[in-house]
């Protein structure tokens, strides 16, 4: 129960701050906002996103993304494949993965039961699903309602058997959540989205990549609109990191679950990026 709290209370603190983000509120505003002390507030925020709300701020500034683009570009074609799994990752997270084969999904999943629940997370309602073999879909609701998530992700496999089993994929749910343990991945795809999915996950977490880099990573240098439809229709948030790619010019471009959960996570993962820099600096 606490848990579910503290994420709630979480969700609604990120939305406060990237709603004046224009004219940053001061602590004691936010932790009003949210009914408790300054403190607090202070203390809660830090252990769950990372650093200072105030701090935490600063990433979610407009002109972020363009930073991002300058100090932390990942040319994908030259990048060590470590991606979420690898001995690069800067968290406890390990993800084992395999993509459904052509055959499966042009099956639209028909024999294949998923699970789901609903879940707290700091980006608002969680809608968690997976197989047997691993997580298959993780969409969040705040910047839409629960019934439109559900139909989303529901389509995909249409002839796929669906049962309410939230505590049966909760382990690796919370895993995704809370970068820490091991989680199993399911791809459930067309081959060409599979491709896009796997160059996505090679990109580190705390930087990024472009929507031409991946065209070209995946060797159809051309298809770079194709290549963002793809990015767009993947089912499993955060796991297959679609919110590592921008645009060449900076801005942030689609993001199926709201530009707002966007920012929330580039933000929380810059300030994670950063903490972990830090620690890695010798002492003066």
């Known amino acids: ?18 709603a004046h983000a224009g004219a940053p509120l001061t602590l004691p505003q936010i932790a009003a906002r949210l009914g408790m002390s300054p403190a607090h507030f202070q203390r809660l925020f830090s ?11 600063q ?20 990048a060590q494949e470590v991606g979420l799994s690898g001995s690069g990752r800067l968290h406890d997270l390990f993800v084992r993965w395999e993509a459904m084969t052509p055959g499966q999904f042009a099956a639209e999943g028909k024999g294949v039961t998923i699970r789901w629940g609903w ?23 705040a910047e839409t309602t629960a019934e439109a998530a559900m139909a989303d992700l529901t389509a995909r496999w249409p002839a796929a058997r669906f049962t309410e089993d939230p505590a049966a994929i909760e382990d690796w749910t919370r895993a995704a959540l809370d970068a820490r343990g091991e989680v199993a ?7 060409f989205q599979i491709k896009v999915w796997e160059a996505l ?3 580190p977490e705390g930087t990024v990549t472009t ?24 089912p499993v948030s955060l796991l297959i990191p679609c919110h590592r790619a921008l645009r060449k010019s900076g801005a942030l471009g689609g993001y199926h679950w709201g530009l707002p959960v966007k920012r ?21």
Request: proline share 4%.
């Open 264 to 284: 929330a996570i580039l933000a929380r993962e810059g300030a994670r990026f950063d903490a972990q820099d830090d620690t890695l600096q010798p002492a003066i």
């Open 47 to 57: 252990a769950w996103v990372g650093v200072s709300p105030k701090r935490y701020h």
């Open 119 to 141: 879940f707290d997370s700091v980006y608002g309602p969680t809608l968690s699903m997976a197989t047997d073999r691993g997580l298959c879909g993780l969409a969040f609701a």
């Open 1 to 18: 129960m606490e848990h579910s709290y503290h994420y709630a209370v979480m969700a609604r603190a990120i939305a406060e701050i990237d």
């Open 59 to 78: 990433y979610l500034a407009l002109d972020h993304a363009r930073h991002l683009l300058r100090d932390r570009f990942t040319t994908l074609d030259t």
């Open 185 to 191: 991945l399911h791809m459930i795809g067309a081959p």
């Open 201 to 203: 996950m090679r990109i």
């Open 211 to 234: 929507y031409s880099e991946l065209a070209g990573a995946i060797g159809h240098p051309r298809a770079v609109r194709a290549v963002g439809t793809a990015v767009g229709r993947n």
